[in-house]
C-alpha cells in the first residue's frame, strides 16, 4: 500500500481522485470505480502498489505491438482492478477485482526489474488488466527500467487524465491503447464510460512522442458494422496519421456478453480491407488465424517484410527500417 498520487483532499475526510475521468469522489473506508484506491482516514492510497497479481514473459506481439522490437520478449506485469467495467472483457477475474480480492505476493520495482534482467527482456509492459489505475506502481518501475536501458510498454483502455499521463510519458517507449469503439454510445453501455478521454490519451501520446498502436476488439451487432469501422478508421487517420499501426481482434462469448457469438475471420478480414483501402498504411487481424492479416508488407510495393505465425517471428526481411526491395522507410521501434 502506497498514498497515492492525483486526488484532492474535501470536507469530512472524503477525497476525490483526480487519476482518470471518473473523478471518484471517495467516503472514508471506501474505494475508487476501479477498486485499487481506498480512502483510509482521509488520504488515498494505491492498494496495489508492489502486489502484481501476473508475472509473465511474453513476445511483444502478443501485447500486441507488431511494429515494436519484433521478435523480443516482454516481462509482463499485471495488478488488479480496471476502471472500466467493459461487459466484453476477456480478463475480468482480475479486472473486476481489487488486489485484496486477489492473492498479490508483494514484489517490489527493484525486483520486477531484476527479473526482467535475468530473463534476458529487454522491455517490461504493464498489462493483463488496466496498469494505470496502479500508477505509482508503473511509475516507479518504468523509472527504474528506464535507467538500467530497459523498454516500458503500457496495454491500456486509455481511460487516464492528461496530467498524469504526461508525467507518465517520460518512462514510456510504447503503448498499445484499446479504442474500443467509436461511438460514446458504446462506452458508456456496455463499458460504463466515455470515449473523448480515450481520443484524448491518444492524442497526447503522439504527441509525447510514444510509439503507439491500435487494438479494435470487433463485437458483433455492437461496433461491427462497415460505418462503425470506417468511422474509426477516419478518425485514426485524421488526428493520428495513415502509419498508424491499426489490429482488429476477434471477440469470444465471455463475461457478460456470452450470449453473442464470436466474430467471424470474414468480418476481421472486411475491416481490415476498408481501413487499407481508406489510406491507413499498417493493419492487422488478430485472435484468430490469418497469415496475410499476421504479417508486415511493405505500404508502397507490397513486398512481405515480416511474417508471423502466431505470436512468432518466422522471417524478418526488414534492412534497417526500410523495405529492402524499394527501400520505403516502414515506420515502427525498430532498434534499442
Known amino acids: ?3 497515492a498520487q492525483f486526488y484532492h483532499k474535501l470536507k469530512n475526510n472524503i477525497v476525490q481522485c483526480v487519476l482518470c475521468p471518473h473523478y471518484c469522489i471517495i467516503k472514508n473506508d471506501d474505494f475508487g470505480k476501479c477498486k485499487v484506491r481506498k480512502n483510509i482516514d482521509g488520504r488515498l492510497y494505491s492498494l496495489s502498489y508492489e502486489h502484481p497479481v501476473a508475472l509473465n514473459v511474453d513476445p511483444v506481439e502478443k501485447k500486441p505491438l507488431y511494429h515494436f522490437l519484433p521478435g523480443e520478449k516482454a516481462f509482463s506485469v499485471g495488478m488488479a482492478g480496471c476502471n472500466l467495467k467493459c461487459q466484453q472483457c476477456q480478463n475480468w477475474d482480475i479486472s473486476q477485482k481489487g488486489p485484496e480480492e486477489l492473492p498479490t505476493p508483494k514484489v517490489s520495482a527493484k525486483e520486477v526489474i531484476e527479473r526482467s534482467k535475468e530473463l534476458n527482456c529487454p522491455m517490461t509492459a504493464y498489462t493483463y488488466s488496466e496498469p494505470l489505475v496502479s500508477l505509482e506502481y508503473v511509475y516507479e518501475t518504468a523509472k527504474l527500467a528506464k535507467k538500467q536501458g530497459i523498454k516500458n510498454i503500457i496495454v491500456s483502455n486509455g481511460f487516464i487524465n492528461p496530467g498524469p499521463l504526461k508525467k507518465l510519458c517520460r518512462y514510456i517507449d510504447g503503448a498499445n491503447i484499446d479504442l474500443k469503439s467509436i461511438s460514446d454510445r458504446f462506452y458508456r453501455e456496455i463499458c460504463s464510460a466515455k470515449i473523448e478521454p480515450v481520443l484524448e490519451t491518444l492524442k497526447v501520446l503522439k504527441q509525447e512522442g510514444i510509439w503507439t498502436e491500435i487494438t479494435n476488439l470487433i463485437v458483433p451487432t455492437l461496433n ?26 476477434a471477440f469470444y462469448p465471455c463475461y457478460k456478453l456470452l450470449e453473442l457469438p464470436p466474430t467471424p475471420l470474414e468480418k476481421l478480414k472486411k475491416a481490415r480491407k476498408i481501413a487499407i483501402e481508406s489510406g491507413m498504411k499498417y493493419v492487422y487481424t488478430g485472435n484468430l488465424p490469418d497469415e496475410e492479416g499476421n504479417n508486415t508488407y511493405c505500404p508502397k510495393c507490397g513486398k512481405m517484410l515480416i511474417k508471423r505465425r502466431l505470436f512468432s517471428i518466422t522471417e524478418n526481411n526488414l534492412n534497417k527500417g526500410k523495405c529492402p526491395k524499394c527501400h520505403a522507410k516502414i515506420y515502427g521501434f525498430w532498434t534499442y
Not at 224 to 249: C, M, P, Q, R, Y
Open 1 to 3: 500500500m502506497k498514498k
Open 224 to 249: 461491427d458494422s462497415e460505418k462503425d469501422i470506417k468511422e474509426l478508421v477516419e478518425w485514426i487517420k485524421e488526428n493520428l496519421g495513415t502509419a498508424t499501426v491499426l489490429h482488429f481482434t
